[in-house]
């Protein structure tokens, strides 16, 4: 019990501590809307066939915004900041205190989890208004809700896990984009995925979480068929990324 309100401290120590940074607060949550606008702007006259049912880009492009905000609040977000505060050697001395480092990790983590649900309720409000995406309610909105918690404690994972290839702070952001940037783009998150579209890039999607996150979220805003499947495929990904974490972690810099 300790260490769960050793936890709910810490988490509140973060929380203020991202909203006492507006600049960056701001750009958090404008930076998937902008998207959204602006794929909207380009692609979004046209219409997409999924399975059996035709759907506008615009709203479609409402789904896979809300999946970007969310991995980038947790993946690219975690990922990068764990980097900078270790080779900054905040995670050294964090780890020297008596705060014990799940405590830690874990505020760090349900923050952005907390960070990540903010930007999925943001989009769809805004999806909603502007190009009418709909809004779960009932059962299906409970599943969309745990397919959104458990997609964003597994990127959470996953960016915790990458970690372990960043050597220093300069390659965090590269490092990062480099790994996810090209499996969004496989994933129908930029570009939607159609009845056309090639049998090997499907393939290729299926290997990886985002397309699976992907789809989850296309369950609630287009209310396409909704798979567990698809959830568990993330959540076995969070695991592997889990125990990555653990093995291979690192609280010192490295940094020569």
Known sequence: MNALRLTAVQFRYVNKTFWRNPASAF???A?????LVIFTALLGHYTVRLGTRTVDTSTYYVASMACFAAITACFNNIAMAISFQREEGVLKRTNG??????SYLGARILHAVFISVLLVVLTAAFGHALYHASI???LPLLRFAVAVLVGSAAF???GMAVTAVIPNADAAAPIVHAVILPVEFLSGIFIAFGNSTPDWILWVA???PVRHFALSMQAGFLGTAFSWTDVLVVAAWGVGGLLIAIRFFSWEPRQG
């Open 27 to 29: 750009f958090t949550f």
């Open 31 to 35: 930076f998937p809307l902008m998207f």
């Open 136 to 138: 779960p309610t009932g």
């Open 97 to 102: 205190t008596p705060l014990p480092p799940a």
């Open 156 to 158: 959470c994972a996953l």
């Open 206 to 208: 299926r290997v990886f």
